[in-house]
């Protein structure tokens, strides 16, 4: 089953739960899959591995926003954002612990050939197809250049 039909099926389940904020967050997913099965040159597809970069991208965006909603003294708002990201990052798969991460990006530089800053891009480019949903970009690029530097 594809993150799409399982959004989906689970829109449902929302509905029937009366869940209110799960169904308001399967819903904006939904939306945001719609727009890039529409989108020119999609040929109304989405394949699982798009999915995850909206998916991610929407929890990093509910995360965000739930941070500045505290800054700015409103908790209200605040919950509200945190428990949709937690809805959202339900389909996101597991998130790499900082050591898994650092084996990651050191296999990369060996499948690579990096050794220094100059390849930061040829590093950068592999690392975010193969983390893509399970490590944020900005740890990531600072990983990968505390590691090109030494």
Same mark, same amino acid.
């Given at each position: 089953?594809?993150?799409?039909?399982? !959004? +989906?099926?689970? @829109?449902? +389940?929302?509905?029937?739960?009366?869940?209110? !904020? #799960? *169904?308001?967050?399967?819903?904006? @997913?939904?939306?945001?899959? @719609? %727009?890039?099965?529409?989108?020119?040159?999609?040929?109304?597809?989405?394949?699982?591995?798009?999915?995850?970069?909206? *998916?991610?991208? *929407?929890?990093?965006?509910?995360?965000?926003?739930?941070? *500045?909603?505290? %800054?700015?003294?409103?908790?209200?708002?605040?919950?509200?954002?945190?428990?949709?990201?937690? !809805?959202?990052?339900?389909?996101?798969? #597991?998130?790499?612990?900082?050591?898994?991460?650092?084996?990651?990006? #050191?296999? @990369?530089?060996?499948?690579?050939?990096?050794?220094?800053?100059?390849?930061?891009?040829? !590093?950068?480019?592999?690392?975010?197809?193969?983390?893509?949903?399970?490590?944020?970009?900005?740890?990531? +690029? %600072?990983?990968?250049?505390?590691?090109?530097?030494?």
């Amino acid at each position: 089953m594809t993150l799409f039909e399982q !959004v +989906s099926k689970d @829109i449902v +389940s929302a509905m029937k739960a009366k869940d209110k !904020v #799960r *169904l308001q967050a399967l819903r904006n @997913i939904k939306k945001y899959f @719609i %727009e890039a099965k529409t989108a020119p040159g999609a040929n109304d597809e989405l394949t699982d591995a798009a999915a995850l970069k909206i *998916l991610a991208k *929407l929890a990093k965006q509910g995360r965000d926003t739930a941070a *500045l909603y505290t %800054e700015q003294g409103r908790p209200d708002l605040a919950e509200e954002e945190a428990s949709q990201a937690a !809805v959202i990052e339900e389909y996101l798969p #597991r998130a790499l612990s900082a050591e898994e991460l650092e084996a990651e990006i #050191r296999a @990369i530089m060996e499948e690579t050939g990096a050794c220094s800053p100059k390849d930061m891009g040829k !590093v950068m480019g592999v690392a975010s197809k193969k983390l893509a949903g399970r490590a944020d970009g900005k740890a990531v +690029s %600072e990983l990968v250049k505390r590691l090109l530097a030494q």
